[in-house]
Structure formats: structure tokens, C-alpha cells
T-cell receptor
Framework: GIQVEQSPPDLILQEGANSTLRCNFSDSVNNLQWFHQNPWGQLINLFYIPSGTKQNGRLSATTVATERYSLLYISSSQTTDSGVYFCAVGALDDKIIFGKGTRLHILP | DAGITQSPRYKITETGRQVTLMCHQTWSHSYMFWYRQDLGHGLRLIYYSAAADITDKGEVPDGYVVSRSKTENFPLTLESATRSQTSVYFC?????????????FGDGTRLSIL
């Protein structure tokens, strides 16, 4: 099946810094989603982005499907951005596969 | 409130017992999913459903049973709970084909098997 790898596994930043999270996948996919799991465990859908670039406030995402990767950019980090960021790809057989996540910790 | 709700939020039970986790969504989404989240494994798909009375296995279906008699409900049953099934369980739904629409998640059920 499809392999989904996220990097880095852990990231510690000072408030105000920018960051880039990466998601690589091993085969063609129908879609790609980015999720944020906050410290209370809730999973929030950030982007549905099978290709191209989308922006939502301080967050933006780019997926290059032909090269099998996606990037999530966080600018001017805030402590509320802390948590785990997951990438999830939709396989051609209709299954959705999650990466193991990037744990982000923003220091005040 | 509209959305996707899971119950209970927390559950402790004993090995060998049957336990059912409930999931209810008010969007009339066709697709629903059950995942488990464990340290070191991320989220893994247990079962999913494309519509009422249609279910299919995911990555880790052994030990679990699902049903979908109504579009809005997708219960997950552990017929004889084992310690290895201690986990956080998430239910999700999406509007149409699972790989063409974004997923929305419930708040999770934390299940402990003693």
C-alpha cells in the first residue's frame, strides 16, 4: 500500500517563527488533507488539497502531486499552533492513509 | 448542534467484555470511518462505510464489527475486548467519495481495557 512519510517528526520553535512541514507519499493519490490535532485531542481539517496551493490566514499548503509531496507552511507561529500535524492521502482504492505526524511545540 | 458526535467520550471495561462505541453525524454524509490512534502508529483505519448497509475493512479490522443501518449512525463494536484494543477511537465522515472530499472528525473516545 501507499507509504506516507512526514518530516520532521518533532519541531520546537519560538513564537513568531515560520515553519515548513513536509509530507511525502509513495504512489499516485486522489487527494491529500492536512489536519491539526490540538492538545485536547481534537482533529481539525486544515486543508483539502489534491494539487496546487491554498492559503488560510497564516497557514498555507502546496501539493505537487506529480512529485508526490505536499508542504504545510505556518508563518508567525503562535502558541495555539502547538500540537500534531497529520497529512492524509486518499488512495486510488478509496482508502485514506495517515502519516505519523509532526509534533510542533511553540514556545512563548 | 450539527456535526459529528461520538459517545461515550471515555470508557473503561474489562478483557472479554463487549463494548460498543457510537458515532452520529447530522450532515447526511455518505461516507463514515472508524480509526484508532496509538502512539507510534498514528491513525489507522479500522472500517469504513460508503452508504447505509455498505461497509468495508480498513487496515486493522480484526476484533471489530461495524454496522450501518441508518446513514447517520455508524457504531463500532468490540465483541470480546482485549488489552491491545486500548486506544483512542475516532469517527469521521465525508460528503461523498472518501477520496474526493474532506473528512471531518468527532472528538474521539478514549477506551481502556483492563
Amino acid at each position: 500500500g501507499i507509504q506516507v512519510e512526514q518530516s520532521p517528526p518533532d519541531l520546537i520553535l519560538q513564537e513568531g517563527a515560520n515553519s515548513t512541514l513536509r509530507c511525502n507519499f509513495s504512489d499516485s493519490v486522489n487527494n491529500l488533507q492536512w489536519f491539526h490535532q490540538n492538545p485536547w485531542g481534537q482533529l481539525i481539517n486544515l486543508f483539502y488539497i489534491p494539487s496546487g496551493t491554498k492559503q488560510n490566514g497564516r497557514l498555507s499548503a502546496t501539493t505537487v502531486a506529480t512529485e508526490r509531496y505536499s508542504l504545510l507552511y505556518i508563518s508567525s507561529s503562535q502558541t495555539t499552533d502547538s500540537g500534531v500535524y497529520f497529512c492524509a492521502v486518499g488512495a486510488l482504492d478509496d482508502k485514506i492513509i495517515f502519516g505519523k505526524g509532526t509534533r510542533l511545540h511553540i514556545l512563548p | 448542534d450539527a456535526g459529528i458526535t461520538q459517545s461515550p467520550r471515555y470508557k473503561i471495561t474489562e478483557t472479554g467484555r463487549q463494548v460498543t462505541l457510537m458515532c452520529h453525524q447530522t450532515w447526511s454524509h455518505s461516507y463514515m470511518f472508524w480509526y484508532r490512534q496509538d502512539l507510534g502508529h498514528g491513525l489507522r483505519l479500522i472500517y469504513y462505510s460508503a452508504a447505509a448497509d455498505i461497509t468495508d475493512k480498513g487496515e486493522v479490522p480484526d476484533g471489530y464489527v461495524v454496522s450501518r443501518s441508518k446513514t447517520e449512525n455508524f457504531p463500532l463494536t468490540l465483541e470480546s475486548a482485549t488489552r491491545s484494543q486500548t486506544s483512542v477511537y475516532f469517527c469521521a465522515s465525508s460528503e461523498s467519495r472518501s477520496t474526493s472530499q474532506p473528512q471531518h472528525f468527532g472528538d474521539g473516545t478514549r477506551l481502556s481495557i483492563l
